[in-house]
């Protein structure tokens, strides 16, 4: 399979700070990566899907200017956590894929292995 | 609108079977995904079904049924390594192929 991977894993912040979270596919190019917050035991939330050299779509009741999306080139996506509260502390988590490839089967999503944020 | 429906919680003994099920409503539907979660970590893939019928692989098995909104993930043979979250995704080709998730299932496999 496609590997992904997200640095860093874990971020600890003070209440104010950005934070930025990168997204990469490492063994194919990513048209499409979306970025998800998952809150502990809950599932995987979908904040906003992006498309290589365009703007984020973004999810309803996500705010585009707190957490700013890039996808500057076809293996990284980088998220930025804009002045990070305490209620933002959660698991990031991205995905990428390729649509229409033939390599990916079923517009197969892979998942980098997460970033704990928390805030302080 | 666009939901889906999984139950939160299932415990079962090690070498049984258990199935989740999953229900869901959607247009534009593109194939039904499970994943497993361990606890702090990624999901990772475990079957697609976009036709009806049952997919295996393995101790897992996929089942659906498109016209009913209906899906179960079955494991046989279960073992202390099963116990995790298990998601249900659809894939809506409406919104750039993106993955709506279930709230997830957490299995507890006892010995």
């Known amino acids: 399979g496609a590997v992904v991977s997200q640095h860093p894993s874990w971020v600890i912040c003070k209440s104010g700070t950005s934070v930025k979270i990168e997204c990469r596919s490492l063994d194919f190019q990513a048209t499409t990566m979306f970025w998800y917050r998952q809150f502990p035991k809950q599932s995987l939330m979908l904040m906003a899907t992006s498309n290589e050299g365009s703007k984020a779509t973004y999810e309803q009741g996500v705010e585009k200017d707190k957490f700013l999306i890039n996808h500057a080139s076809l293996t990284l996506s980088t998220l930025t956590v804009t002045s990070a509260h305490p209620e933002d502390s959660s698991f990031y988590i991205c995905?990428?894929?390729?649509?229409?490839?033939?390599?990916?089967?079923?517009?197969?999503?892979?998942f980098g292995p997460g970033t704990r944020l928390t805030v302080l | 609108g666009q939901n889906i429906d999984q139950p939160t919680e299932m415990t079962a003994t090690e070498g049984a079977i258990v199935q989740i099920n999953c229900t869901y409503q959607?247009?534009?539907?593109?194939?039904l995904f499970w994943y497993q979660q361990h606890a702090g970590e990624a999901p990772t893939f475990l079957s697609y079904?976009?036709?009806?019928g049952l997919e295996e692989k393995g101790r897992f098995s996929s089942f659906l049924s498109r016209s009913k909104g209906y899906s179960y993930l079955l494991l046989k043979e279960l073992q202390m390594k099963d116990s995790a979250s298990y998601l249900c995704?659809?894939?809506?080709?409406?919104?750039?192929?993106?993955?709506?998730f279930g709230s997830g299932t957490r299995l507890l496999v006892r010995p």
């Open positions: 995704a659809f894939s809506n080709m409406d919104s750039s192929y993106k993955l709506i």
């Open positions: 995905s990428a894929t390729t649509l229409g490839s033939r390599r990916l089967k079923y517009n197969e999503q892979f």
């Open positions: 959607t247009s534009g539907f593109n194939g």
């Open positions: 079904n976009v036709l009806d």
